[in-house]
């Protein structure tokens, strides 16, 4: 079995894996990596209940765009399974072809995203990933990693709103009842949902017209679920695919 870790801006998820295959995972905030106890408490009681033995685990792969956490989560893992941590941009590399003006700039993330759904999809893929950004990663028919757009997520816009309004309140992001708001909260959800897809699925249609014509599209991410109902192309999703990723980077590295 293999333990791939996500670590994001606002939630880390870490699942078992076995042959690209999810086992189990399980998600909790970001924030927690500052607390060792306390993390490895929640991996534990999460993850070892789902092995029968530490030694099931072959390895422990990482994915972060959090730099600054990731010698905590480094120990909290060792500490848990006895193994070494690799960690993706630091200890190995993602067997695709980078072809970003500067390389090392791209997200570890982003380029874990593409081998997913080269390995899966085949090439010529967009992928959409909603998280605490949103990110759209383009990879070539020729299977090589081209670069792609980033705006804010969900989150950030719903933060946002509130933070640095003076009236507007801080709203739980759901489904919204109405295209036009009839009063505050509804506005605001509707605002959100509605325009983070029409932004979507206007920059995936500029896409599919010229640059990436034929290209499948493949949508993940927390957010997902909140706007493929409203979205034209969001048709195909993959959960958690950092961390099927993952482990197919584990298994290019065996082979």
């Known amino acids: 079995m293999l333990i791939a870790v996500d670590i994001g801006n606002t939630n880390v998820t870490v699942g078992i894996l076995k042959d690209a295959e999810i086992i189990r995972s399980f998600k909790f905030n970001t924030s927690l990596l500052k607390s ?30 959090v730099p600054a956490l990731n010698k905590n989560a480094r120990n909290i893992l060792q500490s848990i399974f006895k193994k070494e941590v690799a960690v993706v941009g630091e200890d190995v590399i993602v ?43 383009i990879v070539s028919k020729k299977s090589e990693y081209l670069g792609g757009l980033i705006v804010p997520g969900l989150k950030l816009m719903q933060e946002s709103l509130n933070k640095k309004t003076a009236l507007l309140p801080f709203v739980e992001l759901s489904r919204p009842m109405e295209i036009i708001g009839r009063d505050t909260i509804s506005s605001i959800r509707a605002g959100i949902v509605y325009g983070t897809v029409s932004l979507c699925d206007g920059i995936i249609n ?18 997902t679920h909140l706007i493929k109902p409203y979205s034209s192309y969001l048709s195909t999703i993959e959960d958690s695919l950092i961390l099927k990723g993952l482990a197919f980077i584990y298994q290019s590295q065996k082979s």
């Open 206 to 223: 500029r896409l599919l017209k010229k640059e990436c014509k034929g290209f499948k599209v493949i949508a993940t991410g927390g957010d």
């Open 36 to 65: 060792k106890n306390k993390t490895a408490r929640i991996v534990k009681d999460k993850l070892l209940s789902q092995a029968s033995d530490k030694e099931d685990v072959e390895a422990i792969y990482a994915c972060s765009v």
């Open 95 to 137: 067997p695709i072809i980078n072809r970003y003006r500067i390389p090392n700039h791209v997200g570890s993330d982003r380029l874990v995203n593409a081998y997913a759904g080269l390995k899966i999809y085949g090439a010529g893929l967009i992928i959409v990933d909603f998280g605490t950004a949103i990110t759209f990663d």
